[in-house]
C-alpha cells in the first residue's frame, strides 16, 4: 500500500444504498462504471442512517438490512473497486439506530428539550443516540468489527455529532458532575453558563471523533468526518421550506420541526462539530455542502475550500457536492452547474465527492458529465499537487466571534460579512487565502495586507499580533465591531484596536430602519476615486459610532435617515463611514458599518469597489497578477508548485447568483488578459492551458509576462512553467 495515498488528487463517489434494491443491485456494473468515469475512491456502505444503524455486511452486531440475506456488499464493493485500483473507505454513520435498537434502549437516544426523542419519523424508523450514553461502546464495537474483517483503505465517519439540544439523561447527569450545574433549557447567548454548554458539546463530539479515529486507524488507512455547512445557517423560513418540500415524506418533517430549537444557530454549532480540534488528528478535511438548502452561492464551496486548507494546515479537503436536483436526487443537476461545481472545488485546492443515490438506477446524463470532468482532470493530476498559494491577502475567520455572536438572531453575523468581503474580492480578481486566529497569532509572513470583517472577539494574542502586522508594513482592513470585545464577548468601552485604527468609539451604534440610509464623500482618496465629491451611497444601515483620531482622516460620513420614505434625507451627522490612517509603517482602513454583511445582502458596485480599492491601497504594492477584459463572474486562483518551479493558474466562470434554481448556462469569454510576476528579473517561462493542452503565446518584460486565454466556459487550469536552459 502507498502510504497516505490520500495526499494525491482524489475523485470520489459515495454509494448510498437506502434506496436501492438490495436483492438486484449489480455491484460490479455499478463499481465498473465509476472506474470509466475516472472515480478513484468509493465510500461503501457499511452502516446506513436509514433504517438507522442497518449493516450492508454481515455483521454480528448491527442488525443486517432485511433483503441482505446471504450477500455481503461491503465485501464486494471491495472486491470489485480493488480490481480497477480504487481505493474503498467504509461509509459509517454514526448517528442513527433503529426501532428495535430504540425500544430496548430508550436511555440512548438524544433528546429535545421537550423529552421526545431526536428521529426522522413518528415510527422511529431512524433514531438519534446520544454518545454520551452506552451507545457509545456499542458503536465502537461494530467499527472494530469492520476494521477487523475488512479490506478498506479508510473509514468516513458521517454524523457524529449532536442533532438536538441533547437534554438526555446521560448529557445531564456529565454536564452537572463538570459545572455544578444544570443542563440549560433556552439559549442565552450572554450567558457565562450558555457559552459553557456550547462548548461542551463541542468537547464532548471532538472527544468522541477522536475516539473513533483510534479505533479505526492504521498506517495505511484515511480516516475523516463529516463537518456540516461551514460558513451557512438554517433560518426557520428554511426549515419550513423543507418541511413544506417534503410533504409527501411526512417522516421528514419530525426531524426538521425537532431542529427548529437551533433554527438560526450556526450550523456546525448546532452540530456540535468544531472543525479546529478534529482537524488536527483527522487525515482529511470533509465538507458536506449542499449549497441549496442553505441558500449559498456556488462560490461558497471555494470559500469553505480555503477555510479547510487553513484549519487543517494544507491537509486534504474533500469536499461532498450536489449531484442531484435536490430534492429529487434521482435527477441530475444541468451540465453547467455539475462543471462549474468541480471546477470551484479544484480550482481551491479541493477535491469533489458526489453521492449517487440511487446506484441501480442513476440519471446517466449527469453522472456523464461528472465522468468526463473527472476523466480530464485525471490528465492533470501533477499540475494539482504540491501547491502553495500566490500571497496577497489574507481574511480572517474568527471562531472566537462565530461562538459569541453568530448563532444570536439579534446581531450582524461574522460569517456573512466575511463572505461579502470574499465575494467583492473574487469579482474583483484579487487573490486572498482565509487564516485563522491560530495562523494570526504564528504571523503572516509574505501576505500584504489583513482582513478582519466584523471580528468582534479578540483576545490580547491576537491584538498584538494584528498590531506587529501593520507595525512592519502590513495593511489592514477592518469593519464594524472589529476588537470592540474581549475574547468572552465582554464589550469594552474602546476597540482594541483603537490607536491603529485611528478611530474612537462613542460608546453608540447608530441603526437605521429603512432603506434611505445614505452616505456622503467627502474626501477623493484611491478608495472613492470612482466618485465624485458630495456623491451620495448607501451606507451599511446600522455602524459604530466613531470620531477620528490623530491623523486620520474621514472619507464619507453618516447623513441621518429621512422622516420616512422617498422624503429628502437628514442633516450631515459627520459620523465618518470611512476611516484611512497611517499607523506606524502600515495603511490602516476603518469601515464602521458592515459593509461586507452589505455587500453580500444587496450587491452595491460601489461597496466593492470600496473594499477592492481598501485592499489595493492598504497593500501599498502591486498585485502579483492582473486581470483584463474578464467578467466579474471569473475567480482566479494562483498557486506555485516550488519543486518544479511552476504556477497554476485556474479560472472558473462560477461568480453567480443563482442559488435556489441550478445553473443552467454560462456564456463564454473571450481574450482575458492576464499580467503576472515572475521572480526572475528576465523570465523564461510557457503558458499552456489545460484540459486543452494548447500552448498560449507569452509576451515577456522584466519580471513580468502577459499571455491570454483565448476561451473559457466553465474552467480553466493555466500552468506557468519555467524553461529550463
Given at each position: 500500500m502507498q502510504k497516505n495515498w490520500w495526499i494525491k488528487p482524489i475523485r470520489a463517489v459515495t454509494l448510498e444504498l437506502p434506496a436501492a434494491d438490495i436483492k438486484t443491485l449489480n455491484v460490479k456494473e455499478i463499481v465498473g462504471r465509476l472506474a470509466s468515469y475516472g472515480v478513484n475512491m468509493i465510500n461503501a456502505f457499511a452502516i446506513s442512517y436509514w433504517p438507522g444503524g442497518i449493516a450492508y455486511y454481515q455483521s454480528r452486531i448491527a442488525p443486517r438490512h432485511p433483503d441482505l440475506r446471504d450477500r455481503d456488499v461491503l465485501a464486494e464493493v471491495i472486491d470489485e473497486a480493488h480490481k480497477h485500483g480504487i481505493k474503498v473507505i467504509a461509509y459509517v454513520n454514526c448517528l442513527w439506530g433503529n426501532k428495535d435498537l430504540y425500544e430496548k434502549h430508550p436511555g440512548w437516544a438524544q433528546r429535545r428539550v421537550d423529552g421526545k426523542p431526536t428521529a426522522w419519523d413518528p415510527t422511529y424508523t431512524s433514531v438519534a443516540m446520544c454518545p454520551n450514553s452506552p451507545y457509545r461502546d456499542y458503536f465502537l464495537n461494530i467499527v472494530g468489527e469492520i476494521s477487523d474483517n475488512y479490506d478498506v483503505d479508510g473509514f468516513y465517519f458521517d454524523e457524529p455529532c449532536f442533532q438536538s439540544w441533547c437534554d438526555c439523561s446521560n448529557c445531564r447527569s456529565l454536564f452537572r458532575k463538570r459545572f455544578a450545574q444544570e443542563l440549560p433549557q433556552k439559549a442565552d447567548w450572554c450567558n457565562p453558563l450558555w457559552q459553557e454548554f456550547i462548548q461542551w458539546r463541542y468537547d464532548v463530539i471532538t472527544n468522541f471523533k477522536k475516539t473513533l479515529y483510534e479505533k479505526s486507524k492504521k498506517d495505511d488507512r484515511v480516516i475523516f468526518f463529516q463537518h456540516p455547512f461551514p460558513l451557512a445557517f438554517f433560518s426557520r423560513e428554511q426549515l419550513m421550506m423543507l418541511a413544506e418540500v417534503l410533504e409527501k415524506e411526512p417522516e421528514m418533517v419530525t426531524r426538521f420541526a425537532g431542529m427548529q430549537q437551533t433554527a438560526g444557530w450556526y450550523i456546525p454549532q448546532i452540530y456540535g462539530a468544531e472543525l479546529q480540534d478534529v482537524a488536527e488528528f483527522e487525515d482529511i478535511v470533509h465538507f458536506e455542502l449542499y449549497r441549496r438548502d442553505v441558500q449559498r452561492p456556488l462560490w461558497w464551496y471555494g470559500i469553505c475550500a480555503r477555510l479547510g486548507l487553513s484549519v487543517g494546515l494544507g491537509k486534504p479537503v474533500l469536499i461532498l457536492n450536489m449531484q442531484g436536483y435536490s430534492p429529487f436526487d434521482l435527477l441530475s443537476l444541468p451540465e453547467a452547474e455539475l462543471k462549474l461545481a468541480i471546477g470551484e472545488i479544484i480550482a481551491n485546492k479541493a477535491q469533489p465527492l458526489f453521492a449517487m443515490y440511487y446506484p441501480d438506477g442513476a440519471d446517466k446524463r449527469g453522472w456523464e458529465t461528472v465522468g468526463q470532468c473527472f476523466r480530464e482532470l485525471r490528465g492533470c493530476d501533477e499540475y494539482l499537487t504540491d501547491l502553495e498559494s500566490v500571497k496577497f491577502a489574507a481574511v480572517l475567520y474568527s471562531q472566537k466571534t462565530i461562538n459569541r455572536f453568530d448563532s444570536d438572531a439579534k446581531g450582524t453575523r461574522h460569517v456573512d460579512c466575511l463572505m461579502g468581503f470574499c465575494k467583492a474580492l473574487l469579482q474583483e480578481h484579487v487573490l486572498f487565502d482565509i487564516v485563522t486566529e491560530k495562523q494570526l497569532r504564528g504571523g503572516l509572513q509574505?501576505?500584504?495586507?489583513?482582513?478582519?470583517?466584523?471580528?468582534?472577539?479578540?483576545?490580547?494574542?491576537?491584538?498584538?499580533?494584528?498590531?506587529?502586522?501593520?507595525?512592519?508594513?502590513?495593511?489592514?482592513?477592518?469593519?464594524?465591531?472589529?476588537?470592540?470585545?474581549?475574547?468572552?464577548?465582554?464589550?469594552?468601552?474602546?476597540?482594541?484596536?483603537?490607536?491603529?485604527?485611528?478611530?474612537?468609539?462613542?460608546?453608540?451604534?447608530?441603526?437605521?430602519?429603512?432603506?434611505?440610509?445614505?452616505?456622503?464623500?467627502?474626501?477623493?482618496?484611491?478608495?472613492?476615486?470612482?466618485?465624485?465629491?458630495?456623491?451620495?451611497?448607501?451606507?451599511?444601515?446600522?455602524?459604530?459610532?466613531?470620531?477620528?483620531?490623530?491623523?486620520?482622516?474621514?472619507?464619507?460620513?453618516?447623513?441621518?435617515?429621512?422622516?420616512?420614505?422617498?422624503?429628502?434625507?437628514?442633516?450631515?451627522?459627520?459620523?465618518?463611514?470611512?476611516?484611512?490612517?497611517?499607523?506606524?509603517?502600515?495603511?490602516?482602513?476603518?469601515?464602521?458599518?458592515?459593509?461586507?454583511?452589505?455587500?453580500?445582502?444587496?450587491?452595491?458596485?460601489?461597496?466593492?469597489?470600496?473594499?477592492?480599492?481598501?485592499?489595493?491601497?492598504?497593500?501599498?504594492?502591486?498585485?502579483?497578477?492582473?486581470?483584463?477584459?474578464?467578467?466579474?463572474?471569473?475567480?482566479?486562483?494562483?498557486?506555485?508548485?516550488?519543486?518544479?518551479?511552476?504556477?497554476?493558474?485556474?479560472?472558473?466562470?462560477?461568480?453567480?447568483?443563482?442559488?435556489?434554481?441550478?445553473?443552467?448556462?454560462?456564456?463564454?469569454?473571450?481574450?482575458?488578459?492576464?499580467?503576472?510576476?515572475?521572480?526572475?528579473?528576465?523570465?523564461?517561462?510557457?503558458?499552456?492551458?489545460?484540459?486543452?493542452?494548447?500552448?498560449?503565446?507569452?509576451?515577456?518584460?522584466?519580471?513580468?509576462?502577459?499571455?491570454?486565454?483565448?476561451?473559457?466556459?466553465?474552467?480553466?487550469?493555466?500552468?506557468?512553467?519555467?524553461?529550463?536552459?
Open positions: 509574505n501576505y500584504k495586507v489583513l482582513i478582519l470583517p466584523n471580528v468582534s472577539c479578540m483576545g490580547e494574542e491576537e491584538e498584538k499580533a494584528v498590531k506587529s502586522f501593520v507595525e512592519n508594513g502590513g495593511g489592514l482592513i477592518t469593519s464594524y465591531r472589529t476588537s470592540l470585545c474581549d475574547e468572552k464577548g465582554k464589550v469594552q468601552p474602546e476597540m482594541k484596536l483603537t490607536d491603529v485604527l485611528g478611530a474612537s468609539y462613542l460608546g453608540q451604534e447608530k441603526t437605521v430602519f429603512g432603506f434611505d440610509s445614505y452616505m456622503k464623500i467627502k474626501e477623493i482618496h484611491p478608495i472613492t476615486q470612482h466618485l465624485t465629491e458630495s456623491a451620495l451611497i448607501p451606507s451599511t444601515g446600522t455602524q459604530l459610532a466613531v470620531k477620528t483620531m490623530g491623523e486620520a482622516r474621514g472619507l464619507a460620513t453618516l447623513l441621518e435617515e429621512p422622516r420616512v420614505h422617498y422624503t429628502p434625507l437628514g442633516e450631515d451627522t459627520e459620523i465618518p463611514t470611512i476611516i484611512v490612517n497611517q499607523y506606524s509603517r502600515g495603511r490602516v482602513v476603518y469601515f464602521p458599518g458592515p459593509i461586507g454583511d452589505r455587500y453580500l445582502k444587496f450587491g452595491v458596485h460601489d461597496h466593492r469597489r470600496f473594499i477592492s480599492e481598501a485592499v489595493r491601497w492598504a497593500a501599498n504594492a502591486e498585485p502579483p497578477i492582473k486581470v483584463s477584459n474578464c467578467s466579474d463572474t471569473v475567480e482566479l486562483t494562483a498557486n506555485r508548485q516550488a519543486h518544479e518551479n511552476r504556477f497554476v493558474l485556474q479560472l472558473v466562470n462560477s461568480i453567480r447568483s443563482e442559488i435556489r434554481e441550478p445553473i443552467t448556462h454560462v456564456s463564454c469569454e473571450s481574450n482575458i488578459q492576464i499580467d503576472m510576476k515572475v521572480p526572475e528579473e528576465l523570465p523564461n517561462y510557457k503558458v499552456t492551458i489545460f484540459p486543452d493542452k494548447v500552448e498560449a503565446p507569452c509576451e515577456k518584460k522584466r519580471g513580468l509576462i502577459s499571455f491570454k486565454i483565448p476561451k473559457l466556459r466553465h474552467h480553466k487550469i493555466v500552468v506557468v512553467e519555467r524553461i529550463r536552459g
